[in-house]
């Protein structure tokens, strides 16, 4: 069916409502859809900057692959807790020199916790794992040990999930919190007390300190940054490789499809894309409206 | 309008004579309270409505006349027409009836003798203004346009057909059958009007501000206010003999009044107990702190102080005022009597072949026997009950405690199981203040003995509501969100390092110690709950016993006019005739708007509520 | 006993020749409308007035109109407004802000009432956010009436809500006769939407009641320039780019008021500037409006500004502009059809591009330059107009009361072929149900023991009646 | 006067009988269909099969006094509480209006409105259940805003006739109710 009534050539259809032209109600004009765009403001990817991006996520998955079989290695009296606290001390130190090294190089934003309130919370941080460690012990005690298992591998799952790729250096809560209980729950399962106080301080370390460290790396130095993700991946295989090879595989080819395979089939998959855009469309803000909003 | 005429049922066979009434202003009807015979002087008659009127406080009033004429006797109208000029009146009605006719004839002479006078229509024409429904104002009653609309569909059939003023019903009604009456007689049973407390009289007169009441109110109260007027009877020799309900037995018994005397010294002698009893209970010492506290909990107590603001309200020496006042003040007298009886009942089963050592006897190896019971549940709950998987530690401790409170309460019972007997002799005693007394005594012994088990509830459920508390705060931290006051409301914060990992430590640590408390919290829980319930029955059985309305049921199965309610209309043949003069051919006729009139009883509830 | 009285007085002579004057003053023929959608007064809005402007003018023209919307908390039932407009505030459950749930069957008992007992000829649906009207639609079609659906509101292709949303668009109005939408980008927007033959839809504009917006210049303060803002403090509505632009433009002129009418979740972003910057003396927050206060709000402005993101047709704009206001507002949507170029300054979705605007708009105003209110009023006033929409929504109707609709198994075929395999046979199996269902209704409850509605309104409604009568009266 | 049938909104037959007993006074009764004995048999013998049935897996003889005792506890309650034999409304011009309905054991409720609080009688609309009917109701008023409608009082609430019955009554009580 055509539009009724015969449209008067006359005059040129124009896309107004405020005057009444000689056609129908349902005229549709040539110019009809005219403006409708697609695809645009499309960005195309690169492969390697996307791999280089994926890196971290691989790292964040090897760092929990390290976490595991360290716990491992505790729990099976092939590494003590002395040592282990003796090592772990020795990174911290380590990483907060190279820290403080790279925040002196470049002096970002608001100013710089001073010494004292960092040795205040590693202060509180020791403290507190040192006292509750022994009621940690006996915490899942009665639990059976599927249950903690199945608890804390959910928990670190959860972790990796809401793990803040982009701004990993406040940590986001859920994702500690997370990482934290699994931790604690893992450690509750080792032999002693002692061994419980070590392994919550290294996951403090894993957990909350090293990602701080690593996104300071990647301000600063890019070009090492992809170094030391590629150093953690290699450390995590090979570390769970000594304990299960099994799982060392399944790690590998979990790290090869996150960090090689998701890039390729995104930068694929993008010629696929067909978005339609017109003037319906609902205009998106691009200033940064916060006006300090929760002062 | 249409004229009501009010007519008791009792004057319908009445002689001659002439109707003592009133006329209900603004309503235009006409309450007939009684008829005056035949024959009589007018000065007295005039005299004695005076007087009657200044008793009753009911302007009363000759509003017409009555004549049912003998055989033979031959109709007076003339004689009757004259007598409206001596008592002057607005109005003067003049009903008849003939023997053997079941209709009445009614004629209304206003005072200009022209029988014509036309009722004025005092009905306006007001034009109707659409109320138009707006948009943005919100259209409530929406009826009002279905009325409109309907009002459309109906035809125009709303003529007033000329007002006739005289108005013979049945010859009317047989001749122009479709001729609209202007009278309506509406019988009633005045013996049942004038027992009903339908209507509080509000002490004597309505008080002005509120809208004077409704008609039917009016007549009620009326016919329930003019009491003097049935005093004069027909049978007691007077100078005027009076037909009404009366007439047909007397209501009162000598039984009643012979109470009524009594009681008064007994009102007397109950409030004078009842003052020294307050003053006892003013003493200082007993508004001390703890004691108020105690008196405020035992239950015991609090009967007491129920029963005695009972007494005082029954003692009180002014008669109740209006209907609601007697109905909860003879509902406390009945409800008190069955009360005791019920308690001398249980003292003489108590008392005799000595129940109580037998009670006493098995109350202690009761207790004893829960206190065995509690401390296997503890032992049960120490270990892994129900297979649930609990912290030990938290367990031995928690189970430990509570094993030391039964502990120490089966000591307090040994110490005081040789004075149980006598506490149970003397407390049975008090059975004999009523039934209610000795409930209650026992739910305070129950709660005495039960102590223990209150105290663990306490303590389970502190150690609970802690818990949780704590928990619902650290999972929002754990979700790095937090309780803004100001705003009562969720916002996301970003916390440091070290608050985030002492929160998840302390959560973890909570969320695993949560179910043995939880599981302590659930039994003991439970615990309490049993006994709260025994509890709750007896307290409910006292309440039950204290406020039933036993008074208004029996009043509502025997009596029911007294609790009138709304009145209920049924059209009735003039059955009644035809029954005391068998005509049969009466039978046949049609039926007239004569509306016999009786009251119904209203719901039991609304009782309730007055107590 | 007045009211029996003027019973007496207004009880109608004879309906049949009342009637008969109807039809010979009317020519050509009547429809009975029923207008579906959840919103409907007391919840205030386009779409909202829309229907009922709409439902008021077409009683004007002798049809007969009633409307069916869910209950609104304690208005449930059949209520009357001005003229014998009949709404049915059916009992539905509402899920999301006014909008019922949808299990496609349980409002079509209520819905088959309304319909049968009006005898209803062409079913109105109103916004693609209303579940109701999407119902009615379904069931419209398989009691086998016309149907009309109006759109009143833009949707994005890029989400994947919008995705879903879309398929349902296409799925119910893929059998619906006619589509109404209130601007040309509308028209496009629900034409890629619902994959629809452009030219089963129209273009009927929204209007105002010229009346209600009159300008009243005492009301201004010529000392100062008062911006006035009127719109749901929500994000589509871009309160956030409001909060931007206000300290911007305040510290700039010292002299400038801001006016802002409306409630909603984003107000809080408003007074958070509010507080920030000081300007509780400058900022004043109206919070919601009356539709009747709105007026009182505009005249006290020299400039009225609209910061939507995404706008079918802003009538906001143009009762600023009737009111004799500067209207200054996002080019988005369809609101560059709405005005013409002298009466509207447009500018981009963005902070600044609206300072700019606002800036050279209170420039002219302070120079005078503008043209008086009355001037444009005069402009705007015969725009828009509801005896238009009114007229072109009836030719809508008497073409769609032509069509046939569709047999069962048309519709099936046509349901298949055109929503695609999965969703269309989906939806072809709910539409075998709804009519077994209708099957099952008619045995339970038959027409026939149905009583039919009196009408209040359309050619035998007896309202008009009345008011025919009270005019001979008056005359 | 009973010359046409009506229905109720089910469709089942019911009988209006108007009786006019003075030009001020008329009463209006609407009776439903009785108790068909057939559908009584056929709940009793139905509940009682299934009481035998049970009786016949579990020889327990309780089953079947116990499937008696709730048959004729139903139908008490039933005749006495649910089923409304007929409904009648009483207008008395200048009096006031007086509704009863009769159950079919023979209970009888009443309610008398005054004309006093009477503010009119008419004819609304309503969602009932699944459906949208037509039912009559008394509109009251508070004697101290005359012009306010109080609350509402639905007439033949139990036989539910359709309009046609309804628009008559409707006329008849406005007929009464405009002579005083």
Redesign the interface.
Known sequence: MGPDGAPGPSVPWQKVLWERQPFPDNYVDQRFLEELRRNEGIRQYRYWTVVKEAGFVGQQLSCVAIFISLWLYMEQGLLSPETLLWSSLVCALLGYGLYQSLSSQVESGCEPRTRLADLQSAAIFLSFTFGFSPVLKTLTESVSTDTVYAMSAIMLLAHLVSFPYTHPSPPGSLSLNAALFASVCLASRLPGALHTFAMLSCALMVFALWPCLLQRVRDIAPTHFTGVCLGVCVGGVGGLGLQSPGGAVLLALALGSVTLLCPLLLVRLQRHKDNIQGPWDEAEIHEDLDHGRGT | ??L?IFFPQCCNRADSGLLVGRWISGHDSAVVLAVIHYPFIPGQVKQYIQQMQAQSGVELSVLGSWSLPKEGQEGMESFLRDLSTIFPQERWLQIKRQMGKTGFTCEILNRDQSGKAAQQDS????????I?????H??S???K??????????????H?DSDNKKKQEKKK?EEEG????KV?F?HYEQRKVMLSQLHPIENGVPDPKT?PP???RQVFQTVARSQPLFFLDRYDDGPLKSTHWQSEGREASIIMELLKQASVPLCLLISWLLSVWTWICNVRIFSLYPLRFLSSKLSTCVQLSYRTEHLRTLSSAKPATGHTEFMRKSNILVSFLIDVALGLLLISWLYRDDHIRMLANTLVPAADHVAKELEELLQWLMG?PAGL?????LDQVLGRFFLYHIHLWISYIHLMSPFIEGILWYGGLSACLGLTFALSLLSDMVALLTFHIYCFYVYGARLYCLKIYGLSSLWR????KKWNVLRQRV?SC?????Q??????L???LL??LPTTALYYLVFTLLRLGVVLFQGILHLSVDFINSFPLFAMGLRICRSYRLGG??????VHHTIFVQQMSFKVTLKQR???T?SFCL?CIKLHREVNVL | MGQRRRSAVKAPSSPSVSAAGEVARVPHKKHKICMVSDFFYPNMGGVESHIYQLSQCLIEKGHKVVIATHAYGRRKGVRYLTNGLKVYYLPLQVMYNQSTSTTVFHSLPLLRCVFVREGITVVHAHSSFSAMAHDALFHAKTMGLNTVFTDHSLFGFADVSSVLTNKLLTVSLCDTNHIVCVSYTSKENTVLRAALNPEIVSVIPNAVDPTDFTPDPSQRQDDTITIVVISRLVYRKGTDLLGGIIPELCLKHPDLHFLIGGEGPKRIVLEEVREKYQLHDRVRLLGALEHKDVRGVLVQGHIFLNTSLTEAFCMAIVEGASCGLQVVSTRVGGIPEVLPDDLITLCEPTVRSLCAGLETVIAKQRSGSVPSPASIHAKVRNLYTWRNVAERTEKVYDRVAGEEVLPLDRRLQRLRTHCGPVAGSIFALFAVMDFLFVLLLQWLVPDRFMDMAVDATGPQGLWRQEKSRKDSAIN | MEDETYTDINGKAISLDCQSHSGLCREFTVSSAKVSIGKVMVYTCSVWLFAYAVFFFTQNTAVLSCAILITLVGMMFHIHFVKVDHESLLVIGSLGIQVSSSYASGRETTTFIEMSRIKDIVINEAIYMHQIIYYLCVLLKDPSEPNAVSSVVPLFQNSKPRLNCLVKVYKSCQEILSKC
């Open positions: 309008m249409v009501k009905i306006k024409k007001k034009k109707k203004v659409k138009e429904e707006d948009y943005q919100d259209d009653d929406n009826k346009q279905q009325e409109k609309k309907k009002e459309k569909i109906e035809e125009d059939d709303q007033d009604e479709e001729e609209e009456e309506i509406v809208e409704s008609e039917l892994a998987k609990m912290n030990r530690a931290l754990f979700r790095g916002d970003s916390y440091d390092l070290d985030l990992f002492i929160g998840t430590l959560f973890t640590i695993f110690l709304i009145s209920h209309f049924h059209i039926r007239s708007s509306i119904q």
